[in-house]
Structures are given as structure tokens and as C-alpha cells.
């Protein structure tokens, strides 16, 4: 009872500060010691209390000018999005940072995070660092240096040197000598590219109109047919397979007058003709030794923002932190921030949603985690910095975002003890929802009376007492048992098979198809019907058509994709840590799927 009204506390809740979005960021992360750095604030959201915003200080740089050199405010499906841009210039070589700053808005304060900078000699800029947030942006990979026919495709990556993680961008693109047409192309067969994560990119309107390049001495068209960001997921030499296409297009056998088509339109031929785009390799080497330990995967260039949804609440109310981390790199894959909880809160999994950006020339997004706190006691507590690391491919270095701290005024009566009683051991490696009922022992006594005095006078008395207790205990006990636990001690071959996913830990690949088969498992179980080998979308429907809620089933497909993404990626998995916590997520999946789902009909 009290776990489900938790969890409606928590549904209900509708964090004040969540209505704003921000974001700061810099158009190049090294620069030279005679070039300006453009600095961008970027809010979203419900802004009518914004108060006056302010140019951040800087530590090694000044401000080029006092009033933004970009101010553009506009309102997108009813929601206000202001863009603010400042200009700094280096005061020496060497780490510099532009500070935070204090945003009013209404009776809140939100604080942006620090961006660093490093100032090198202009004599070492002879060519400018790509942008931070879209590095590629505008930039084409040069045409081929030798014709290879009248028609042909290549795959043109952004970069052939990489590090595990790294985006690269792919442009297929067919080059077609003066004379020839493309009209359609699709691709055929199949397309090998293991080693690698990729998503599909949008192909600008732009990109798809032929435009003229010189091969050699001839004129070609080139067209781009597909954009792909692949993300290495191991080291060593790794290939881009060949990628064949169907290529539809008209040749004009008249060329000798621009105006024979219009005359002699027969002489356009539409023929069609299978290309190939060659084989391509990638040296892909490991990560730089001297990660942080805050360090999680993440490749590519990054900002983080970080805020509580309110200050003051009352013991037994849920409080909300939200950190969302935006920038260019696979987003699927970030994974979350530690969050350190004071030691009278308990804290739940974050909930993690993405925003994904495929219309730039790189993949960039946002991914939000919003971790739950709720404090069993009152007080007055500080929830230490957020601290998240990334590696910057573009300067070579990991890079660590740190929030600032926050501070929390809890009302209510003082938590009695955060410790864990004598005789209740809590063992950190057995998850959420695998808890059974605790073994308590009773403390020896210290009288020194002997065991058969309590057989004399007092003894049936106390024994009646005892055993009145003990009844009320475990019916107490049975009252406070998590919905997890009863979902799997319904369920004891849910139970048994994340036990043996635990067994694992460590081993990325075969602890994530562990938990995968448990949680396929227990929903074929609780549903009768099997859905081992469907695809989640299938397994969606099926949950949706027994009544499972629309959170649950989004709780389902989230656990499947990190299953998924780490036994295809596993050099990009979580740790023992983050491991334990999928298993923790199982536990709660299985009891909602279990609480919610309708019976099979007659």
C-alpha cells in the first residue's frame, strides 16, 4: 500500500522547473590566442518571470562587449525559446572558463554550468577548429581524385582515425559523368557493418540535387544517396562494408545540342544499373589512460545543466533532480550521472528520456535523467555536485561537467536513525525487489540470569507477549513487502533467472541476455502467450492489447534497449554498478506487468 502510493506521489508530481530547458555551449573548445570564442545560452520553456540575464564571468578571458552580439527569441507549439550570444577574447594561453551564472526566473534561481576553453598560440591555428555542438556542419569530404567509370558510388567518412565511441559521419555518394541522370536508387541487399552503432542521418533537400565536382580532367554530378553516424564499439582496424545500390537514371545519347532533348526526347534512355560502394577501413585505437571515475562511455562534445524541482518539502514527499545532458555524440547511449542521496533519503532509478537530432550533418540530441528522492525525515541537507565526464575527441582530453550543490530544507520530525538495525544486515549486492523478508536475530541479554530462570514465575506470561509480538511483527512485515517481491514470489522462475543474470555481473554480454530472457520469460508466463523472438514493437502491442499501461510498456521497451545495446555494444556497457541497477529496474517491470496485466480471455 504505501509503495503504491509512492509511486502515485511520484506520477502526480509535476516538477515546477522542468517547464525550463537550458543549455550553454561554445562554438570551438580550443582556440588561438588572437581569435574570439562564441559563448551561446540557450532557454526553453515557460519564460514569462525571466528576470534579467546577465553576460557569465570568465577566469582568462574577457568579454569582447557588453550586449549579446545574438538575441532571438521565438515561440515554437506555444513554447518560448530564447537564444542569447556573447563574445570573449583570450588574456593569455593556457585553461580558461567562462563561470556559471544565475538565472531569476520568477521566485527560482537556475544556475548554468561552467564551459571550458583552451587558448593555444595563433601560430599553432593555422586551420580553425571544427564547431563544438556541429562539428561537421556544412563541411563535404573532398570528390575522388581519379574517375572509377561513368557511374559510381563512394562512402566518404568523416574521419578514418577514431576512438571507440566516436562519431563518424558517412556520406554514400554517386558520382555520375555529364550525360547521365540519376533518377531513383534504393539500396539492395544487405549491409555488413559489425564493429560499429549506427543511426540513420537526414540527407539535407539540398544534398539530393546533383551538384558539379571535377574528377581528374572530367565533370562529374555528385548526389548523396545516404547519410550514416556510425559509433565504434571496439578498437583495432575495423571495415565499413560494401553498400550496393540500384540506381535508376536517363542517358542522353544527343549531346551535341542543349536542345536536343526537348526535340528528340526518345533519344533520353532510362536504364538501370547496380553500383557499389567499395569497402572502406577505420583505425579505431583505445581510449587515453587517466579516465575519472565520473567517466561512463561517453565520446564527443557535451553540456550539462542540472536542477531540483523545489527547496522546501515535507518528510515523505517526493523530490525531483533532473540533469540533462545535450550535445553531439550517440545519445542512446549516455549513461547517468551518480546521483549521492544524503543518508535519510531513499533514491530511485532515474527515469530517462531522449531527444534525438537527425537533420543536422551529425547526430546530437538530449537525454534527460530525473532521479527520484524522497526523504523519510526532516531536516536540512545538501545534495553533493553532479559530476559527468565525456571524452572530447576534437581536443584529446576528458573533460568533467560538475554541477553545483544544492540545498534542501526538509519540515517534518527528525528520521530516527539512518542505520540499519543489529540483526537486520542489508546485503548491497542483493537488488530492489529480491529482498525476502528479513532474518532477525534477538540480542543476547547481559544480565547474566541464567536461560532456565525464564522458566520460573514469568515465563508463560512472556512467552504469551512474545508471541503477540512476534504476530503483529510479521503481519507488519508482510504489509511493507514491495510489489516486486510479491510479483516474484509469484513468480519463483523470474526470481530464479535474475538470480542467475547476477551471476554474471560483469560479464556485459551475458548478463544483459540473462535479463533479457527473464524478462521475456515472465511476461510470456503472466501473459500465456509467448513473445520470445518477437520484435518490441510486437511485444508492445501485445502489452498494450492486455491492458498494461502505457508507462509500463515504456518501461519494458527501455529495459529491452539497454539489453539490446549492450550485447550488441558491449564495450560501451555499464559497469557492476550500473548492471545491478538493470536488475533493479526487472524487478519493478515484473511487478507492473504483473499488477496490471488483464487475464486472458475465455
Sequence with gaps: MRFSFLLFLLACAVPLSAQVSIHTYVDKTVIGDAETVA??????????????????????????????????????????????????????????????????????????????????????????????????????????????????????????????????????????????????????????????????????TADTYPRPVTIGDEEYNAVTLRRMALFPTRTGRLEIGEMTFEVEFFSNSRQSSPFGPLFSPFSNRTSTEDVAAPTIALDSRALPDGAPESFGGAVGQFGMAAFTDRNDLAAGEPLEVTVEIRGTGNIATLAPPDVDAPPTFDLFSPKQERRIDRQTSSLSGTKTFTYALVPRGGGSFEIPPIEWTYYDPESGTYKTLRSSSFRVDVSGPVASSAIVPEGNPSDPSVPLGLMTEAIWQRARSSSGIPAFALFGGFALPLLALLGLVAVRRVGDKRADVSAETIALRAHPEAKKRLKEANKALGDAPAFYAAVELALRSFVSDRLGASVQGVSRSQLEATLANRGVSVRTREGVDDLLAECERAQFAPGLAGDKAVQKLATERAAKVFASVDDEANPVAA
Design 39 to 204: 559563448y551561446t545560452l540557450e532557454l526553453s520553456g515557460d519564460l514569462d518571470d525571466i528576470g534579467s540575464i546577465q553576460p557569465p564571468d570568465a577566469h582568462g578571458l574577457t568579454l569582447a562587449q557588453g550586449t549579446p552580439v545574438l538575441r532571438s527569441q521565438s515561440i515554437i507549439n506555444g513554447e518560448t525559446h530564447l537564444t542569447l550570444r556573447w563574445l570573449y577574447r583570450p588574456q593569455r594561453t593556457g585553461q580558461a572558463e567562462i563561470l556559471p551564472t544565475r538565472i531569476p526566473i520568477g521566485s527560482r534561481t537556475i544556475e548554468t554550468d561552467a564551459v571550458s576553453v583552451e587558448v593555444v598560440p595563433q601560430s599553432q591555428r593555422t586551420t580553425p577548429r571544427a564547431s563544438r555542438v556541429q562539428p561537421n556542419l556544412g563541411q563535404k569530404p573532398d570528390p575522388p581524385a581519379r574517375s572509377e567509370g561513368d557511374l559510381f558510388v563512394r562512402a566518404e567518412p568523416s574521419t578514418r582515425n577514431v576512438v571507440p565511441g566516436q562519431q563518424v559521419v558517412v556520406d554514400f555518394v554517386l558520382y555520375a559523368r555529364s550525360g547521365l541522370r540519376p533518377r531513383h536508387s534504393q539500396v539492395t541487399g544487405t549491409w555488413d557493418t559489425e564493429g560499429f552503432w549506427r543511426e540513420e542521418l537526414d540527407v539535407p
